[in-house]
């Protein structure tokens, strides 16, 4: 058989620091491994820096002629992206998973990059999949990313409403309680961000939104707290202290099962019982959109510790005892302040009258009793008996987050 002609690139006057370089390796890349490439150039200098380069990505190279030169693509065609690495497939594995551990070599590549080696290390705490992972992670965070709302127009500020002084304070009270939980639901997971590997990007992208929700929260939260002339109210030390119980989690999945299974599970009762007793339509709307938000980062943190529980039953143990080591903690503090409570049983009662008051008194304990079969439902969820399900959550701090 006659052999096949070797293939010719022409740069004519184009030199190689003037972009011919970039024609020459792509050509060179549609040879194999000892396959020739024919060059030919007019510019100054194309031989010395053809040399040049065929030398530093040991292809061999062969002058024919003053304007023609042969080269072979070598057996280290690559040149520097020998040894690089491979940081699997952009989309995962065939699962749509993400590798099992993520190495600090890999930096801050796109998942499914190669890495060119001799590339700095970085050193995220986080790194192991089953230290981060939910299998839908992807999908919430393209719920997440539709379902973003600005404050200034999702909300009708200027909606009429009057309200008594005294209904208005309670609204007051409620907002700053609000306030300070979704600082803490907003720090809790920042705290955790930059500690994740950049190759679980859907729970980056994810948390990422989730700190913006949180965010957008204090600012409706103040905004509602402030409408009419006020400032926010009262801050109890048994609420600081049951939330810096959640800074103080060791990892990523005990704060995240503290935080978002159960204080934020309780925390969608809570915004539900407020759309539906709120006294202005201000605070309706501010709920119902808040308990949209906070639903998703519920189903977040279900979806991870489900994963992890998955892989690693044993880790059951460990929740176990976070909600135990919490409880023993806080057990000195007086738990949801009574100015909260008793705004929550006005809110529900719309005014002081005794029969009203006894009404709204009802609501908060039947609230009290929907967040704790929420939390027992979600304890099952994670493999929990119902005995056990049951002690977990009434040990769960009383300050609801």
Do not use: K
């Amino acid at each position: 058989m006659a052999a096949s002609p070797t293939p010719t690139i022409d740069i004519e006057s184009l030199g190689l620091d003037q972009g011919a370089l970039l024609l020459i390796r792509r050509a060179l890349a549609e040879r194999p491994v000892g396959g020739e490439l024919r060059v030919r150039g007019q510019s100054p200098d194309w031989r010395m820096h053809l040399e040049a380069w065929c030398r530093s990505q040991g292809h061999p190279l062969r002058f024919e002629a003053t304007e023609e030169a042969l080269v072979t693509r070598g057996p280290h065609a690559e040149g520097r992206w020998l040894g690089a690495q491979s940081t699997g497939a952009a989309q995962g594995d065939a699962n749509g998973s993400p590798a099992e551990d993520a190495a600090p070599g890999w930096g801050l590549a796109a998942r499914g990059a190669t890495v060119e080696a001799g590339s700095p290390p970085f050193f995220f705490a986080l790194h192991r999949r089953d230290e981060v992972w939910a299998a839908t992670a992807g999908e919430l965070y393209r719920q997440a990313a539709a379902a973003q709302w600005d404050p200034g127009t999702a909300i009708e500020w200027d909606a009429p409403f009057d309200l008594s002084p005294a209904v208005e304070a309670a609204v007051v009270q409620v907002m700053t309680y609000l306030i300070e939980n979704e600082n803490a639901a907003l720090l809790v997971p920042a705290r955790h961000l930059g500690q994740i590997h950049p190759h679980f990007r859907e729970v980056l992208q994810l948390l990422a939104l989730q700190c913006a929700d949180e965010a957008r929260h204090v600012e409706v939260f103040t905004r509602r707290a402030t409408l009419r002339g006020h400032q926010p109210a009262l801050s109890t030390a048994g609420g600081q202290a049951s939330l810096r119980t959640l800074f103080d989690a060791p990892d990523f999945s005990v704060a995240t099962f503290l935080l978002a299974v159960l204080g934020e599970g309780s925390f969608v009762n809570l915004l539900n019982f407020l759309q539906a007793h709120a006294p202005d339509p201000v605070t309706r709307q501010i709920a119902r959109l808040t308990a949209r938000d906070e639903a998703r980062h519920v189903a977040f943190g279900m979806a991870h510790l489900e994963y992890r529980l998955s892989v690693q039953p044993d880790y059951q143990a460990r929740l176990r005892n976070a909600i135990e080591v919490r409880y023993d903690t806080l057990a000195s503090t007086a738990g949801l302040n009574e100015e909260v409570f008793d705004a929550l049983v006005l809110l529900a009662a719309g005014e002081l009258s005794p029969t009203a008051v006894a009404r709204g008194h009802a609501a908060v304990q039947q609230l009290q009793r929907d967040m704790a079969a929420g939390r027992r439902s979600r304890l099952a969820r994670l493999g929990f008996d119902r005995d056990e399900a049951q002690r977990l959550s009434e040990l769960h701090t009383r300050n609801f987050m």
